[in-house]
Every structure is written in structure tokens, then in C-alpha cells.
């Protein structure tokens, strides 16, 4: 049975920072969906992309133009640019119509999934949960194993946010191996979650045979799932991939049920010695191919990016994306900047991405505290979201986003005012924020103490320097300065 639609975090009303958050006139990123925003009619077989360039501005633009503060004409101009995604199928009824692009904000996705050997479907619903809650504009359910198709139309009924997917994971449970994949077959899953809602798919269509070679220097070879998948699949049977082959065929499947396709990076580098080299070129240049084919035949598209890039490769990798695939939004796992911390990847990651994000990443995917070790759990979905939300945040106050501006400035306002209430209910986690003061200075007479137990109240420079008179204080320093020099 569906559970009733999720709302995210920041407008529930047990969640005292959900409007303290925004600026009073700064963009709702997160407002509750109402019908009366409306959706694109199914039956219209038209997408955003169509819809756009023939200068229509449907309630799906309307609807992302008040989220993001902008006017509704500058949305329908970049959808139809290709430089912005609506990711809104018309069959997911839950959603709220969001964008991924160079003039909206920053965005983060979250992954979530079932694996063969661990989790259900009452978890990873649990889990959607926990990411709308921390903040998640995007969710992709990456689950593999038996029970694919009843968690991911249990996620689709439950989520407000749009929902991907990597089809070919559906595709591998139902065949014995690898190799018995088929063209049909992963056309037949691409086209049953299109049916059934799913906003975007990652699909693989970049790695192409002439560039497994490449790899074979690398250190971490392979790292994307599906990516590896197909590699065996075309070494196997010493053919082209069958998602490139059959191009044309998913880009009609994606076209009737306005699926999103995210060009998946198959050949990602999975370690800082791999990053940026020949096979990871080869397939952006594939992917900007594609990309142009998805907007001929009037597909949006959005393009995935590395993996693990040192800190002096991020700028150039972006500027590669952008040049390559015709400014299509970016969307970046991380990307990680080092190597060196399993168990702390959610930092070394959210490090590259707010970098990345600075330079005009639109999409921001997570990485946990577990990339690399196992399967995340809820704990780990929180470090995650909150690292991104943070990564995200610091990118968009670097593209001089005002709201984001606004947001810092009224939380810095209220810790210079020891208003220590407010500064809890405007940070991105009240509680932990609280709980961290409450830790040493528990009492409530402690929430307008013009200190904390960091300095203590005869050292706290904020307390010293209030309510100073600056005008006597530059009257002296004239003062001091006329002495000085009369002295000399
Ligand atoms: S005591 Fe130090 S850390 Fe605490 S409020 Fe004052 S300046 Fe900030």
C-alpha cells in the first residue's frame, strides 16, 4: 500500500529551522507541493524540452521559477538551452517539479537502495525518509536484488522529489549472468520504470568497446557498476555496447514518458592516479555526443561526472564537461580530492563537489561516510546529506547566489546578538547544533549568555567589542595618529 507523499524537512513545522531557513524574500527550495502548481498532461506526449522551445511555459516551470526565485521565462529559455533539467515524469503524481542547472541553485542527490545481501523495501523507504528530511533534492534508488521493482514503486509514491534510477541494475536480476543481457531486455526494464514514473535514468550509453583498452594502465580499472557491467558484457561477446546501439530507442522511450537521461561515466576514475586520463576523455567525448542526440530528439539531458579528481584537476574538469556536452548540466559523484580516508569519504568528497559546484556543477551527488566500505545506513545517509548541503551552500554563495547570501548573513546576526535560539533554528541541524551547547552550558539561562564555554566570558571577542562606540573609537585613533605625527 502507498504511504502518503513525503514532505521535506524544511517545511514541516516540527522542524523549527524549516522557514527560519529561508529569507523572507529570498526563493522556497523546499515549499510544500500544491496542486495548485498543476503538472504537464501525460497524454500530451510533449517534454519539457519541446514544450520550451515552442516558448511554452508549463506549470512544472512556473512552479521551479517560484522555488528558485527567478522568472518563469528564464526557466523555459534554459530548458529549452539544454543548460537546465526538469526531471518531472508525468506519471510520478508526488512530485514537486524541481531543476538542475547553471542559473538555478546548487543541488544534492542521494543515493538509496536495496543490495542482494542487505536492506528491504520498509528500510529504504526509511531511508527516502531520512534524505527528504536532510535535504535531498534528488533521491536515486540504486537498489540490486530480488525485490527491485516493489522498492523502487514504493519510493515513487512516496517521494516529492524526483527519482532515478540505473535501469540496468533491474536488467541484471532478471537474466543468470552478465552475459545473457540483451538489448531488449534493458530496453523493456527502461521502458516499465518510465511507465511507472521514474524522473531520470543513468544510462550508460558512453562506454564504448574502442575504449575499454584504456583502462588497462589504470590502477583502479572499473569503478562504476553499470560501466562494469556492460565492459564484461562487451567483452564477453566482442561487440559495441548495446545502450549505444540501441540509442535511438531509449531516446524514444525517455521522449514518450519525458524521462530525464543522466549520460552515466562507466569509465570513471575510481582513485586520484586514474583521474582525468585517456579513457576518461575518451567517454566524455561519447557523452557529448550524445548529449546532442538527446536534444535533436528533444530528450532532456544532464551528464555525469567523476569520481576522484585531485583539488588542481577540479576547475579543468568542469570546463571539459561544459566545452564537451554544450553546457549541459553536470552532475559529479563528489568528486573525492584524495584517496587516503575510507570512513570519512562523505569530507574528502564534499570538498571536490562544493569546488566543482563553485566552477558550475549543477548536481551534487553524495558520497557517505561508507563509500567504498558497504552499504550506508541511516546515520550515514544524514553525515552525507548534511556534508552536501554544506559542499552545496559554499558553491552557491561562490556563484552569488542572494539567497544563499541571505541565509549566512541572518544566522551571523543572530550570533552576534547571542541569540543562540535563533542561530540553532537557522543551522542545517538544529539539534546537533543545540545539543553541542548544551553539552557544556545545559542551563536555559545560558541561551542569551554573551559567551560559551569556547572562550568564557572574560575572553568572548564578541562580547567585548558590543555595543562599542566606534565614532569615539575613530575620533582617538585620529587623535593618536595627529600626535604621532606631530611628534615626529
Ligand atoms: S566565547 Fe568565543 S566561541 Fe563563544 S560566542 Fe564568544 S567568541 Fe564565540
Redesign the pocket.
Known amino acids: 500500500m502507498s504511504e502518503q507523499p513525503l514532505v521535506p524537512a524544511r517545511t514541516r513545522e516540527a522542524i523549527p529551522s524549516t522557514d527560519a531557513h529561508r529569507p523572507a524574500d529570498g526563493p522556497d527550495l523546499h515549499g510544500p507541493r500544491t496542486n495548485a502548481h498543476g503538472r504537464t498532461p501525460a497524454a500530451r506526449g510533449e517534454t519539457q524540452s519541446t514544450l520550451a522551445r515552442a516558448g511554452e511555459v508549463t506549470p512544472e516551470m512556473v512552479r521551479v521559477a517560484e522555488r528558485e526565485g527567478l522568472p518563469a521565462e528564464t526557466i523555459r529559455d534554459e530548458v529549452a538551452r539544454g543548460r537546465m533539467v526538469i526531471p518531472a515524469n508525468p506519471a510520478h503524481s508526488a512530485l514537486d517539479p524541481m531543476a538542475i542547472g547553471l542559473k538555478s541553485r546548487v543541488k544534492i542527490n542521494a543515493n538509496i537502495g536495496s543490495s542482494p545481501t542487505t536492506s528491504g523495501t520498509n528500510e529504504e523507504v526509511g531511508k527516502l525518509r531520512d534524505s527528504l528530511h536532510w535535504g535531498a533534492d534528488t533521491v536515486m534508488d540504486l537498489s540490486t536484488g530480488k525485490r527491485i521493482t516493489e522498492t523502487r514503486r514504493a519510493i515513487l509514491d512516496a517521494s516529492t522529489v524526483p527519482i532515478g534510477t540505473v535501469p540496468i541494475y533491474q536488467a541484471l536480476e532478471s537474466v543468470k549472468r552478465i552475459e545473457d543481457l540483451s538489448g531488449d531486455g534493458l530496453l523493456e526494464v527502461i521502458e516499465q520504470q518510465a511507465r511507472e514514473g521514474v524522473d531520470y535514468m543513468t544510462i550508460h550509453a558512453g562506454v564504448r568497446i574502442r575504449h575499454l583498452p584504456l583502462v588497462r594502465e589504470r590502477v583502479t580499472g572499473i569503478v562504476s557498476r553499470g560501466g562494469g557491467v556492460l565492459a564484461k558484457w562487451m567483452i564477453e561477446h566482442a561487440r559495441e555496447n548495446p545502450l549505444y546501439t540501441r540509442f535511438d530507442d531509449v531516446l524514444e522511450i525517455c521522449r514518450a514518458h519525458d524521462v530525464t537521461i543522466s549520460l552515466g561515466d562507466g569509465l570513471r576514475p575510481g582513485s586520484i592516479a586514474d583521474a582525468t586520463d585517456r579513457a576518461q576523455l575518451a567517454e566524455l567525448r561519447t557523452l557529448g555526443e550524445l548529449t546532442k542526440r538527446c536534444w535533436d530528439a528533444g530528450v532532456q539531458v544532464m551528464v555525469e561526472g567523476p569520481g576522484h579528481i585531485p583539488l588542481d584537476g577540479l576547475q579543468e574538469n568542469v570546463r571539459l564537461q561544459q566545452e564537451l556536452c554544450g553546457e549541459a548540466p553536470f552532475y559529479t559523484l563528489g568528486p573525492l580530492v584524495t584517496d587516503i580516508a575510507p570512513g570519512y569519504d562523505h569530507i574528502t568528497s564534499a570538498i571536490g563537489a562544493a569546488i566543482v559546484g563553485w566552477h558550475g556543477t549543477s548536481m551534487l551527488c553524495y558520497v557517505t561516510p561508507k563509500e567504498h566500505l558497504g552499504l550506508p545506513n541511516a546515520e550515514d545517509v544524514k553525515q552525507g546529506l548534511i556534508a552536501y548541503r554544506i559542499a552545496a551552500h559554499a558553491a552557491d554563495l561562490a556563484r552569488g547566489n542572494a539567497a544563499a547570501h541571505a541565509q549566512d548573513r541572518a544566522i551571523s546576526e543572530a550570533r552576534f546578538a ?1 541569540d543562540w535560539r535563533e542561530q540553532f533554528a537557522r543551522s542545517l541541524d538544529p539539534q546537533t547544533a543545540q545539543a553541542m551547547h548544551d553539552e557544556t552550558l545545559p542551563n536555559d539561562h545560558f541561551k542569551q549568555a554573551e ?2 564555554s ?3 566570558p572574560k ?5 567585548n567589542v558590543r555595543g562599542v562606540d566606534w565614532d569615539r573609537v575613530e575620533a582617538a585613533a585620529d587623535a593618536n595618529d595627529h600626535a604621532v605625527g606631530a611628534a615626529g
Open positions: 547571542f559567551f560559551c569556547m572562550c568564557g575572553y568572548c571577542p564578541m562580547h
